[in-house]
Each structure stands twice: as C-alpha cells, then as structure tokens.
C-alpha cells in the first residue's frame, strides 16, 4: 500500500477539511505565527498560518476579488487604498488593476509571509512589483492610528482574530481606520463564517455600524474557508456599495461581476436574522 500524507485544518474541534498532500515545500515558525505551504492534489499550492487554510491557488480568486472589488467599485475614485495583512498579495493585484489608484499601502506584520508569498506564489503576489505599491512591515493597528484623512479605502485582509490579529476586530481599530479615512471612504474586513462565527459576525457588524454611518454585510463562497460561505463587513461614510459608483472596473475577473457585486448583499434569512437586531441596511 502507498503511503499518503494528509493534511487537516480542524474548522471546529468536531470538523475537519482533509487534503491528500503531494509534499510539504516550507515550514517556519515566525516571530508571530507557525507557517507552512503545501503543495496538495486537489486546490494546488496552500498556505496555512497557525494550522488555518489561508488560501490555495485554486480558490484563492474569490477572496481576493471580493474583498477588493466590492469597496472599490463602490468608490468613484480610490486613489489611496492601505491593506492591513494580506501579506500574500492577492488583494495588492487586484486592486492595482484600477487605473485610478495612484498609491497602495500594504501593512503586514509578518515579513516571512511576504517572503513566502513572493518565493512560493508568484501569481498571487505579483503586484508586489508595481510602483504604485510600497509594502510596511508593521502592526496594522498601529499603522492605522497614525493616520489621519488619508485613505479612499481600507481592506483589512486579516487572519482569524488570535494573536496579533485580535486587536485588528475591536472597536478602538473601528474607530482609528474612521479617522484614517478620507470624508468619504469605504472600510471593508473579512469577518469569517455565518455559520461557524455567529457571535463574532454579529460583534463585528455592531461594532463597525456604531462608527461608520453605514454598514452591511456581503458573502461569498470560498470552498477552502471554514463552512465554504464567507463573509466581509463593510463600513462606508458616504457611498452605497448598492449603488456602485466605481469606473474602469476591471473585466479579468473570475468571480466579481456588477451583477455579482449587488447579489452578494442579499442575505440568506439565518444571516440577515442573525443581524436582526443590529438594524440590517439591505432588508430586501
Ligand atoms: N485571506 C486570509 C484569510 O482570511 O484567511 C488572510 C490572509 S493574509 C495571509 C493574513 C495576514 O494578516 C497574515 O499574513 C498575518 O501576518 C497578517 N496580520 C495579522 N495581524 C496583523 C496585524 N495586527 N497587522 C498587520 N498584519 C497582520
């Protein structure tokens, strides 16, 4: 019999979603986190941080457009965009496809998942290379708080809320990217599974509806991400991400479409309860 080598992210301690493994290509303890990149059968090459799927070459697409697109195609014109995490750059390429932006701010705290994304995803990280992006290694929160109106948008591209990450969830972090943005700009953060991350989801959307004047909540599927159904919190000061207002978005996209961009709004009913007392915006 062959052997095979397995690997399991446990999405619950009762769940687990199980990879058959080609060979393990690097793994590193940082000064913040365990990493490793796989390379498996079914979605390609993987990167896990603290024993969680960060992405796969196969699915990777969907985050990264939605995460990107939505706050951006909201905005009518997105010059300055910071990310907070999002060391693999995928969020960096596709936001660099707006002929508008003018400058891209990338803060992660982790230079080892810079080097691992450039060494070992190249067509994920290949923005890195654009004169418009200039990449920090530095704590997201802190970045932050030291701005004051400079940003058209900010994406937090996040881990799951442990070590480093946490503060990046709280309503002093709400609070700090308000004042960071321009009068009229977009926030946007993922904010995990409806149907794993209830209690976090609805934390969340509270916390960002009580500083931004207004707040919604979009999904997407992401088969590698626990539960498959994702979903982002969005905080805008003057924009309807409803009624997008972006021009040149862009076209090489495999997941976003306009019509995808208003779809996605619309809730499932145990989502749209599960904010029911946080005043939803899009009760459709
Ligand atoms: N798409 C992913 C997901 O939802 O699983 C997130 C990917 S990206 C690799 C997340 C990054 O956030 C990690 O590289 C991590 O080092 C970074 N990060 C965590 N906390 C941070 C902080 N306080 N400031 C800046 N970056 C942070």
Redesign the pocket.
């Known amino acids: 019999m062959q052997t095979e080598l397995w690997y399991t992210e446990k999405q619950t301690p009762n769940l687990g979603l199980s990879c058959k493994v080609k060979e393990t290509l690097y793994f590193a303890k940082t000064d ?2 365990e990493m490793a990149v796989l390379d498996t059968i079914q979605f390609g090459r993987m ?1 896990v ?1 603290d024993g ?4 796969t070459v196969a699915d990777e697409f969907v ?1 990264h457009e939605m995460i990107s697109h939505i706050p951006l195609a909201t905005h009518p014109c997105p010059r300055n965009v910071l990310v ?5 750059g995928g969020a960096v390429r596709e936001i660099v496809k707006y002929p508008q932006v003018e400058k891209v701010t990338l ?4 230079a080892k ?1 810079i080097e691992a994304a450039r060494r070992f995803f190249p067509e994920i990280s290949s923005a890195f290379s654009d004169p418009r992006v200039e990449i920090k290694i ?4 802190e970045y932050v708080r030291s701005l004051e109106s400079t940003c058209d948008v900010i994406i937090v ?4 809320p442990v ?3 946490v ?2 969830f709280g309503s002093p972090f709400y609070e700090g990217a308000f004042r960071a943005l321009k009068p009229d700009g977009i926030f946007v953060a ?1 904010t995990e599974s409806p149907f794993f991350n209830a209690d976090l989801i609805r934390t969340v959307f509270r916390r960002i509806k009580t500083v931004f004047p207004q707040a919604y909540l979009y999904l997407a599927s992401v088969p590698t ?1 626990p539960s498959g159904l994702w979903s982002f919190t969005l905080g805008s000061k003057k924009y309807n991400p409803l009624e997008p207002e972006g021009k040149n978005i862009p076209q090489d996209t495999r997941y976003y479409t306009a019509g995808l961009h208003r779809s996605s709004f619309t809730l499932p009913r145990f989502v749209r309860d599960l904010l029911a007392d946080e005043h939803c915006e899009h009760e459709s």
């Not at 591209?157 to 799951?160: K, M």
Request: charged share 20%; net charge negative.
């Open positions: 913040y986190q990167l941080l969680m799927v960060q992405l985050y907070v995490g999002g060391g693999d803060v992660e705290i982790d998942v530095a704590d997201g929160i591209d996040s881990t799951e070590g480093p990450a503060g990046l993922q991400y």
